[in-house]
Each structure stands twice: as C-alpha cells, then as structure tokens.
C-alpha cells in the first residue's frame, strides 16, 4: 500500500468553509470557535453566506451519492468548473460567491497553519514508510474482517488538514480511497495517535467493506444509524484502540468514543474485540450481538445514538 500524503490550499479551504457552515453532524465545533477567536468574528454577510453553503451541501447528502462533491476540492483540477455539471446553475454561481467571500479570511488562517502542515505532511511520510508494519496489520485486519490483503499498489491519498487546539480528526471516502487528518495544531509528538487514526480511516475504506458491511446490513436491515454507530465502535477498538496499542504505543483513552459510550461500555467493547483477535476469529453475528447488549446497557434517555 503507498500513501501519497497531500497539503492543499483548495482542501483546506473546503473543510475550513464546509465546516464552519455545520451543514452534517461531523462538523466539529471547536474548530470554529478557535478559527473565529484567531482571525476575528463572521460578518453577518459572511454567517448568511455560510447559512446558504449549508443549504447547498445538505442538497447532496453523502448517504444519498450520486457524485463525489467533495471530491472537486480535493482535487488538483479546477473544482469550479469540473462541479459545474453536477450541481443547479443558481448553486453554482453561489458557491464561487461564498468562497471569494472568504478569501481574505482564510488565507490569514492559513498562513498560520502552513508551516506546521507541511511538518506534519515530512514527518507521516516518513513514519508510515515501514513495510513491516503494514504487512502485520495487514494481517490482524485481514482476518477479523475477513477479506484479503489490499493488493501492493493499493493507493490511499491522505490529505493534512488545519485543527484547533486539542483537536485531531479524520475522515473517509471509500470510492476515492481518500482520507484526511486534521492535525495543524497538534504537536508532532502525536504522531502515533495521527497513526492509528490513519489506520482507522483504512479500515473503512478497503476493510470493512465487504464482510462486516453485509453482516451490518442484514442484522439491522433499514436501520442505517446502527449500522454506522457498530462500524464506528469496532473499528475504534481496533485504532486507535487495541492494534494502535500494539503498533503504534497509543495512550489508552477513557472511551473508544465519546459520542456513543462510556467508560464501562467502551472496557467492555475493547474486551470482546481481544477475544475475537486472540482467538483470530473474524466478526459475525454474535460479535454484533454482543456490541448491541452492550448499547442497550444505556439510560434510557442516553440510547439514541
């Protein structure tokens, strides 16, 4: 597997406006703040632009895809005219508005950021190169996830995005096989956690596709928040959690994640995953049984995940 490790003007930008507009439930709030502390308060222009950004994202939503609208930003090619095609003239002619809008505002943010992305995009280079590594968590995905290896030119293009403070995220896109980290204001010292979150990300796009997906698919039938809630949590427990351990020196966290457990649970979580790695058991329906015994231990006011 090679890793083409990409710092982008035109990405950060996107994810900058994308999730100052709070358009989907991933938008990480924090990042706002401290980017509207850093380089001064939104306008009320700028809020209605951001008001109707969220608008036009929300018209083609990831769960109903038909396109890669994110994808044009990513890409090293004109997004403005390669998005054309896709979206209503009106939407189209209001994007290019929103982002000159911005301009000035990111590009202060941005030169602030620059220097560390670019750090951070020398230093995974180097620490995601070991081979070794790769075969054996190759190995230990393989088979709980019962599929094979991904093939040696398997291609993931990872992009380095700006943060805040105390923050680091990620994520993934199975058709374009791209993942993004957002790491500009963390120390370099994380480097193990940027890992196991790059291998978390890996998960979804090459390794839980096929097995795990279907399993997901034909225990919960129409029930997509579960199906993406149990995802989430069994890939956690693997990175950053037992393998990010066992690779990478991950600190142990209080959760597996926050947004779904507690503590209890997430010990509980962690411990039915080692038993299926120590016995080199792929996942099934007991496995996802059990994740759902767990949930269930909720208050009932704390069950809607």
Known sequence: MKFLINVSHLANFYFFIQNLSEWHFSNIKPYNVFWEKTIGPFSEEEKEALSRFKTIRQNYPYENKTFDFDGFFYSQNDWFFGIKKHIK???????????????????KLYSLEKES???????????????????KIFEELSIIYSVISPPKNFRVNLYVLISAPGGMGGSADDESKRITLEVSRSSLQNLPQAAGNIWHEIIHIYFDKKHFRKLLNDYFGDDAEMI?????????????????????????KETIYYRYVNKEQSEEILSL?????????????????????????????????
Not at 91 to 104: K, P, Q, T
Not at 228 to 252: C, D, H, Q, W, Y
Not at 276 to 284: A, S, V
Not at 294 to 304: D, R
Request: glycine share 4%; net charge positive; aromatic share 14%.
């Open 228 to 252: 993406r809630v149990v995802n989430e949590l069994t890939a956690a427990a693997l990175f950053p959690g037992i393998l990010g351990r066992k690779f990478f020196n991950n600190p142990k």
């Open 117 to 135: 992305l670019y750090k951070w995009q020398e230093c995974l280079v180097d620490y995601l190169k070991d081979i070794n590594d790769q075969q």
């Open 89 to 107: 003239k009106s939407e189209y002619v209001d994007l290019n508005d929103i982002f000159h809008l911005f301009c000035n505002k990111f590009d």
């Open 273 to 305: 995953m080692q038993t299926y790695l120590y016995g080199r058991k792929p996942l099934d329906d007991i496995y996802i049984q059990r994740i759902c015994e767990v949930l269930n231990k909720k208050a009932p006011h704390t069950v809607s995940v």
